[in-house]
């Protein structure tokens, strides 16, 4: 794919910028966005008829994820802060066994490992999950709440690959093997330590069939968009396929736009700083993550308000807050959504929809699933 792109000679690549606002025009349709570019961070102003965000996920914001600390849910947050609607920002998955060996992002131990009969155990020895063979292979969201569990309850969670797999590890699964070796870990000789970490993003920018939002003249494909069809629990490699699908029916619409008056002045997000991104991402794993309730989310909102008072409007504060106070605002629990003050499953499915997030945040409004 990237050989792709820089073998079409009308496509340019700035491999150092970074989106830094959404340009409007007087009738709030977005006209061009603003980058932050090179290591002088010079702002350039790019016009456009049309802009497609593909920002990426949110795994960033949580300390404990398998995808890289760049993916801070920007995106999100100033597609919020052009107006655009944002769906389900509560809905986020997290993966039962990234590998625990300290390293950030957390490599993954993939599960096609318990397809091939790996166990998950505790440092006893005992089953995660009960003895039947099947046993680990229920969704994503239960095992990740069982491997939660034992390490909160300070048991350990483990994947014992050495019966299963054992030898034929280095050449069935390369890609975990050298992540467990480079760690000093031999995954045929010990159990591999595993934790819950946020993996993927289902909630998003709202969007159609075509990528195009709410907005005029902004689309969103892959994961920064919520098309809708993953859920509250993708299923597992439906991204790549969403966002080949919908990435292309959104570059031909994108093509068609037409006209735009000329950008507003706007207001440029600022950087968080390293320490209070890292304080951030710490208390989202501990707070917004696998297991959720009132007291946790609540104190995360004082915590992001405390930091926005400090550090003014960080794009990755405003991408948290959108996420916290959904997951404070939906009282149920759903997919990857648990909260453990309330486990029920509400019976009629509704969605999150959150409009108009500035100046001043709005509770999340739920309408019923289409
Ligand atoms: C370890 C792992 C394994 C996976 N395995 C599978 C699988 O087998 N099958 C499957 O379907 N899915 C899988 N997924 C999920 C899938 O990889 C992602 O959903 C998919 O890559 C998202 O693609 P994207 O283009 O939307 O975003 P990304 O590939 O995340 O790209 C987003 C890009 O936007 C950039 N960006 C973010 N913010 C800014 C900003 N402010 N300015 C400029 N640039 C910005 C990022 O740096 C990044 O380069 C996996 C994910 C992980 C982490």
Not at 84 to 112: M, N, R, S
Not at 232 to 251: I, K, V
Not at 273 to 290: D, I, K, N, W, Y
Request: aromatic share 4%.
């Amino acid at each position: 794919m990237g050989a792709a792109v820089r073998a079409e000679r009308r496509i340019t690549v700035w491999e150092d910028a970074r989106l830094k606002a959404l340009l409007l025009d007087a009738d709030g349709r977005v006209v061009g966005a603003v980058a932050a570019r090179g290591p002088g961070v010079r702002l350039v102003e790019i016009t456009a008829t049309a802009v497609v965000l593909a920002t990426g996920g949110a795994g960033g914001l949580f300390g404990a994820t398998t995808t890289p600390a760049a993916l801070k849910g920007e995106g999100l947050a100033l597609a919020a802060r052009a107006g655009a609607e944002i769906l389900d920002p509560e809905f986020v998955q997290f993966h039962p066994t990234a590998i625990d060996v300290g390293l950030d992002p957390a490599p993954l131990a993939t599960e096609a490992l318990r397809g091939e009969g790996a166990r998950l155990i505790d440092g006893e020895g005992r089953f995660l999950l009960g003895e039947a063979p099947d046993a680990d292979l229920k969704a994503r969201d239960v095992v990740a709440r069982a491997v939660h569990a034992a390490r909160m309850e300070g048991r350990g969670a483990y994947l014992d690959a050495r019966a299963a797999i054992g030898e034929a590890f280095p050449h069935e699964f390369p890609a975990v093997f050298a992540a467990c070796m480079r760690s000093g870990l031999d995954p045929r000789i010990s159990p591999i330590p595993v934790m819950a970490a946020c993996h993927y993003h289902m909630g998003g920018i709202a969007a159609d069939a075509d990528g195009r939002t709410t907005v005029a003249g902004l689309y969103a494909v892959g994961e920064c968009a919520a098309t809708g069809v993953h859920g509250a629990n993708r299923l597992a490699s439906n991204s790549l396929l969403e966002a080949a699908t919908f990435g292309r029916r959104a570059g031909r619409a994108a093509a068609l736009e037409t006209g735009g008056g000329r950008p507003s002045p706007v207001e440029v997000t600022p950087d968080l700083p390293e320490a209070a991104m890292s304080e951030l991402r710490t208390a989202m794993t501990a707070h917004a993550g696998v297991v959720r309730n009132e007291a946790g989310l609540s104190g995360l909102i004082a915590l992001i308000d405390r930091l926005e008072a400090q550090y003014g409007s960080a794009a990755a504060l405003e991408a948290a807050r959108l996420v916290v106070q959904a997951a404070l605002d939906r009282r149920e629990s759903r997919g990857g959504h648990y909260r453990s003050d309330y486990p029920q499953t509400a019976a009629v499915a509704d969605h999150t929809r959150v409009r108009n997030v500035r100046p001043a945040m709005r509770p999340a409004v739920l309408e019923p699933a289409a």
